[in-house]
């Protein structure tokens, strides 16, 4: 069992839809959990980093914690064709290693 | 500030073969982590390098390896490749070692490897 999962998509939604982005993981020690938004032909870049459980928002982007659950969403509200991408969640392991999921390739429509 | 760079942007080897590739991280950066990405495994930890020296590795074989100079500049170099090799190699500067709690990874466009 991977640490962390990840539904690979691909993910197809209309213009203006409110995207749900999840991942699940099995290690309870984990304790900082980040989003990172890759372009075709370009590097992960990180989008939202939170710690705690709840919600954390920026813009039309929230990040959600659910650590007595092991879950962790990414909500985009109002997507845009500009958020096609693929989405990765990844979190530190004790020892420093970023342990990402597989990634959710998401295309929206205009 | 330049980003994170990498080269060479493509390359093409045969089964065997040996690969270098070089990554710059961004001024003042002194961690360069490597990763391999492909469609199949996703993002995976290769190692960790911080002030010269090896912080962290992957579970990849001793094929792989790599190394950091003294002006944070990093090379990995996978030997006798293997068809399996081929993927997106990816690498990514932080000013302290990855993983902390404020700590963020800026990604460089990496290098694409395929391997005949």
């Known amino acids: 069992q991977k640490e962390v999962e990840q539904d690979p998509g691909p993910l197809s939604v209309p213009e203006g839809a409110i995207v749900s982005l999840n991942c699940t993981y099995s290690n309870s020690a984990f304790q900082y959990f980040m989003w990172y938004r890759q372009y075709s032909r370009k590097g992960p870049e990180l989008l939202m980093y939170?710690?705690?459980?709840g919600n954390k928002e920026d813009g039309r982007f929230t990040a959600q914690v659910d650590k007595s659950s092991k879950y962790i969403s990414l909500f985009i509200r109002d997507s845009q064709p500009s958020d096609s991408a693929t989405y990765l969640c990844a979190m530190p392991n004790q020892g420093g290693k970023l342990i990402f999921g597989q990634g959710t390739e998401l295309s929206v429509k205009p | 500030k330049a980003g994170v760079t990498q080269t060479p942007r493509y390359l093409i080897k045969t089964r065997g073969q040996q690969v270098t590739l070089s990554c710059s991280p961004i001024s003042g950066h002194r961690s360069v982590s490597w990763y391999q990405q492909t469609p199949g495994q996703g993002l995976q930890f290769l190692f960790e390098?911080?002030?010269?020296?090896?912080?962290n590795k992957g579970n990849f074989p001793g094929r792989f390896s790599g190394r950091q100079f003294s002006n944070s500049r990093s090379e990995m170099n996978v030997s006798t490749l293997e068809l399996g090799d081929s993927a997106l190699y990816l690498c990514?500067?932080?000013?302290?070692?990855?993983?902390?709690?404020?700590?963020?990874?800026?990604f460089g466009p990496g290098t694409r490897l395929l391997v005949l």
């Open positions: 990514a500067s932080s000013l302290q070692p990855a993983g902390g709690r404020q700590e963020t990874q800026y």
């Open positions: 939170t710690y705690s459980s």
């Open positions: 390098y911080f002030s010269e020296t090896q912080r």
